[in-house]
């Protein structure tokens, strides 16, 4: 896994497309409905088209455009940091051996659809949550090639399998866990259309850009962005 982040941190700047975006979704302006209207017919023309390549560029994260959404960053974050020090500190990562983790989030999945991504081997899987799970659940691996549908439940998972910072991390920290009974997957809430998603948070760090911090219309565009995912 430090292997996996270490190689995201040297990534080419397009490794997966986001340099290609860049432009279109890191506007060096304020958001206004000027702005808004100038670059909907691409960004419509992009969903409509390469919906899954654009979703894959941008969940795929960048490690070099600080300040542009979905920026990974160059260390772990405090909250995450915290939580791994505790665990180490209270000796949880060496008494355990049984563990599940599981990351539930709304987000840009098919719209009113959940889906279940899941690192590891399937079948532990579908032993565990039976043959209910099974419509829903779909592995990181393999997903590049998942259609550019948006209501297609695979583009919910495909760009994922890219992405450093899985709950599939914390697992690394655990010495003495049985991998009979270990699992790590996500459940995802898609909420309104993955296009509106994007365009809110797209909107939003312009707002945090290029706003004063105690602006109401900044307020406003990250009201926004509560709302796209918790509607």
């Known amino acids: 896994y430090q292997r996996r982040v270490r190689d995201a941190l040297s990534r080419d700047d397009n490794f997966a497309g986001y340099a290609d975006i860049d432009a279109l979704v890191n506007p060096d302006e304020p958001p206004s409905t000027f702005g808004l209207l100038r670059s909907m017919p691409a960004m419509m023309w992009r969903f409509a088209t390469r919906f899954v390549e654009t979703k894959r560029a941008l969940v795929a994260a960048t490690y070099s455009r600080a300040g542009g959404i979905f920026y990974g960053g160059k260390k772990l974050s405090a909250s995450h940091a915290a939580l791994r020090d505790f ?116 909107q939003e760090n312009q707002a945090f850009r290029f706003l004063p911090e105690n602006s109401a219309v900044r307020r406003k565009y990250a009201r926004g962005v509560y709302d796209a995912f918790v509607p």
Do not use: C, W
């Open 87 to 202: 665990l180490v500190a209270q000796r949880i990562t060496v008494t355990t051996t049984r563990l599940a983790v599981l990351d539930v989030h709304s987000g840009l999945g098919p719209e009113g659809k959940d889906t279940l991504m899941v690192d590891g081997p399937m079948a532990r899987y579908k032993a565990a949550f039976g043959r209910s799970a099974e419509p829903q659940a779909h592995a990181f691996e393999g997903l590049t090639d998942a259609g550019d549908d948006a209501d297609n439940e695979s583009a919910a998972v495909s760009g994922y399998e890219l992405t450093i910072g899985t709950t599939m991390g914390y697992l690394q920290l655990f010495e003495n866990l049985d991998d009979r009974y270990t699992l790590s997957l996500a459940q995802e809430f898609g909420t309104i259309s993955p296009l509106q998603v994007i365009l809110a948070l797209i």
